[in-house]
């Protein structure tokens, strides 16, 4: 018997984490064929902790290996492209906007960042703290 349906479960993939999580949506296929999995993966979004980090201001740091990312001209990576390390940091918008001198849309939840960044960032602070 197949597993395949004519009715599945939404879900998106986190832009920060890289972990599936249910929308809440149901996917209809509409001429009811058995064409679908349990899940089907239609998009990117934030899963609820990595939202709601985002909610209270802050932007998340996700490490990639640029030897395994692959890049667009102009150094623009695709989420799809990113080969995330598993290594994040969160920082506050306007902390964002001082230590990088970059401004940073309102809309946008994370950056890709090469390897070594988040590392820069800690010392900072322990030099800071201590």
Known sequence: MSDKSH???EQHVCLVCGAAF???NLLLDRRLR???ERHTKTGWGLCPEHQKLADD???ALVECDPQRSGAQAGGR???EQAY???RLAHLRRAV???VF???IADAQACVFVEPGVIEQLQAMTASVEG
């Open 101 to 103: 001198n970059v401004p």
């Open 57 to 59: 201001g802050f932007v």
């Open 84 to 86: 995330r390390t598993g």
């Open 34 to 36: 058995a064409s679908m």
């Open 96 to 98: 964002f906007a001082q």
């Open 77 to 79: 990576m695709k989420p």
């Open 7 to 9: 009715v599945s479960l």
């Open 22 to 24: 249910d929308t809440g």
